[in-house]
């Protein structure tokens, strides 16, 4: 599972249990222990937020800053209530699939993909790459050092993993956007 479905998991549940849709960066971190504190708090503020600043070449549309530090879960991603979970179908929908069952004898295959998306930042005399879909950080004194690491960075992640389970092929191209600040591109 992916950074971005682990946040949107976690956040479902939690405000599910407490019955409203707000939640805070730092409840989700706590929430979360074996991920990285601080890429689950640029999922939550940046790149899984509708109204942050368009800074990520990759975004999901899950929550909407409503307050500082506070975050809402948008409607169209909340679970139903149990009571209204089954449902009529509508004209185009046949009952078994209404109600999420699938023909005897199909399977639903996972989505593998086969790209993987890193952002290079510069931070201090390091550039620092940070992937989307894999927990993979790592870093270079140059672009090139970075890229290299990452990409062998990214092979070790996979390494001796059951094809498909993080839903990523074995050997996947590798997307790299740099943030170049104006400060960055005169040094």
Avoid at 40 to 68: D, E, L, M, Q
Avoid at 72 to 100: I, K, T
Avoid at 115 to 135: N, P, Q, R, S
Avoid at 146 to 161: F, Q, W, Y
């Amino acid at each position: 599972m992916s950074v971005q479905e682990d946040v949107l998991d976690t956040v479902r549940r939690l405000c599910r249990e407490r019955g409203e849709w707000t939640f805070s960066p730092d409840e989700i971190v706590r929430a979360l222990p074996g991920l990285n504190p601080g890429t689950v708090r640029t999922h939550i503020v940046s790149r899984c937020c509708v109204n942050a600043p368009a800074n990520h070449a990759h975004r999901w549309k899950y929550f909407r800053r409503v307050g500082r530090g506070v975050y809402e879960l948008l409607a169209a991603l909340r679970p139903a209530p149990a009571s209204s979970r089954r449902h009529r179908p509508g004209p185009r929908q046949s009952p078994s699939r209404a109600v999420g069952h699938r023909r005897a004898g199909t399977r639903r295959e996972p989505e593998v993909r086969d790209t993987v998306h890193a952002f290079v930042v510069k931070d201090g005399d390091w550039y620092v790459a940070d992937c989307a879909e894999v927990a993979v950080v790592t870093q270079g004194r140059t672009v090139d050092e970075t890229i290299a690491n990452l990409r062998d960075a990214v092979a070790l992640h996979l390494e001796g993993e059951e094809a498909g389970t993080l839903g990523i092929v074995r050997t996947p191209r590798l997307v790299v956007t740099i943030e170049v600040r104006p400060a960055d591109a005169a040094a």
